[in-house]
């Protein structure tokens, strides 16, 4: 069954029995205005427009990208266009918290027009929500709280460029956090470290690397369940390097393994980790270890 697609926030309050927003392009309300789902409520939903939301105490459950989330604490959630979501929950609803929607559109001649989608938690919301403190959620609801008032003020020349300034405001604290979380939610990020290491020592064991070559990032991360940018951001915070180089560093390793235990010549060595042509193991071999694999081999002799 095809999502059903809500265009325009405007759209949106009417989907949920709102009242319309003060600005075509943008909204903020509380979650408390929502009181009840649908009795026909979609099993999906997609929408053509940015939505930032901070719930609370949600008697409800929401399925994004790969991720359940059920909201016993407070937690963010950012959601990009075109993406599909699905709420169940009893009819009556009771929860707190904010909701931000930004159509594009809002964005046109202004830096967020591009920079918006450098925000690579938009993609991290398909992996993890953002948890906050009691400190942090006052920091974002004061912002919030300053979007809400702008946007029910008469506007005037400087309406928009304060508007956007405050969401750019809001987008950077929120960067700030997700790294923290990085950080003090070590016991799931350690565990994501250890599956990856099991991915990647599984895949060079196997002929899979003869056949399909070496595994692109976006391969790993589907293998993790979770999102290229959010993976490469963790590793990142935690270990200093990239995704890609973590699995040039498993290939190096599985390399070294075999140069130094069999007869194998550097063109089976190569063809064996996936290379069509053995220079270009060799050269990456080199890249990363500063010598060639025949020297390196010839340490062993």
Request: hydrophobic share 35%.
């Amino acid at each position: 069954m095809q999502p059903y697609q809500l265009k325009t926030i405007s759209q949106y309050h009417k989907f949920r029995g709102l009242s319309g927003p003060s600005h075509p392009l943008i909204s903020v309300l509380r979650i408390e205005e929502i009181t009840r789902l649908r009795d026909d409520e979609p099993i999906h939903l997609i929408q053509d427009f940015y939505t930032i939301a901070l719930k609370k105490n949600v008697n409800a459950t929401m399925h994004y990208g790969q991720q359940t989330y059920d909201f016993e604490e407070g937690k963010m959630i950012f959601i990009a266009p075109k993406q599909v979501y699905a709420i169940q929950a009893e009819k009556n609803l009771t929860h707190s918290g904010w909701l931000l929607s930004i159509h594009p559109d809002f964005f046109w001649n202004t830096s967020l027009m591009t920079q918006i989608q450098q925000y690579e938690y938009f993609g991290y919301a398909v992996s993890e929500a953002l948890y906050l403190s009691e400190k942090e959620e006052k920091t974002i609801v004061g912002v919030l709280q300053n979007i809400a008032e702008e946007c029910h003020t008469s506007i005037d020349q400087f309406s928009k460029a304060v508007v956007v300034s405050q969401i750019e405001t809001l987008l950077n604290y929120a960067n700030r956090f997700y790294h923290r979380q990085f950080i003090t939610r070590e016991k799931e990020h350690h565990q994501i470290l250890v599956r990856l290491e099991k991915i990647l020592t599984n895949y060079f064991n196997s002929e899979e690397i003869v056949t399909n070559g070496l595994p692109s990032v976006l391969e790993i991360a589907g293998s993790l369940n979770i999102s290229p940018n959010y993976l490469s951001g963790l590793l990142k915070v935690l270990t200093g390097k990239s995704t890609q180089q973590h699995i040039h560093d498993k290939l190096i390793e599985k390399a070294k393994e075999k140069l130094s235990t069999s007869d194998s010549s550097i063109s089976e060595v190569a063809y064996e980790l996936g290379f069509e042509y053995s220079q270009s193991f060799s050269k990456l071999f080199k890249s990363k270890t500063g010598v060639t694999p025949s020297k390196f081999r010839q340490s062993f002799h």
